[in-house]
Nanobody
Framework: QVQLVESGGGLVQPGGSLRLSCAAS????????VAWYRQASGKQRESVAT???????NYADSVKGRFTISRDNAKKTVYLQMNSLKPDDTAVYYC?????????WGQGTQVTVSS
């Protein structure tokens, strides 16, 4: 059974940092593309950052230079380092792991940026 467990969300002041983690089990992690999405209240879910199984990364324009996605295939974990956080970054963040044959989502973790 595939399971994704997210952690690391919380309340942070503007300009602060958070690191999200998403640990996978039940899959051959290295075969999958990984990504982080977010959904703010009243808005559609949007892609934040992606990390392909081949090592390519891509970021939404709104987070370039502030967020970094990384993966540890041995630990079956994907990370999102978020720096210089802004109130507009407030959202529920979801990890996504996908291949041609399947897609899996984490349960979501709340990130709130507020003073």
């Amino acid at each position: 059974q595939v399971q994704l467990v997210e952690s690391g969300g919380g309340l942070v002041q503007p300009g602060g940092s958070l690191r999200l983690s998403c640990a996978a089990s039940g899959i051959t992690f290295s075969n999958y593309h990984v990504a982080w999405y977010r959904q703010a209240s009243g808005k559609q879910r949007e892609s934040v950052a992606t990390f392909s199984s081949g090592g390519l990364t891509n970021y939404a324009d709104s987070v370039k230079g502030r967020f970094t996605i990384s993966r540890d295939n041995a630990k079956k974990t994907v990370y999102l380092q978020m720096n210089s956080l802004k109130p507009d970054d407030t959202a529920v963040y979801y990890c996504n792991i996908r291949a041609d044959w399947a897609t899996y989502w984490g349960q979501g973790t709340q990130v709130t940026v507020s003073s």
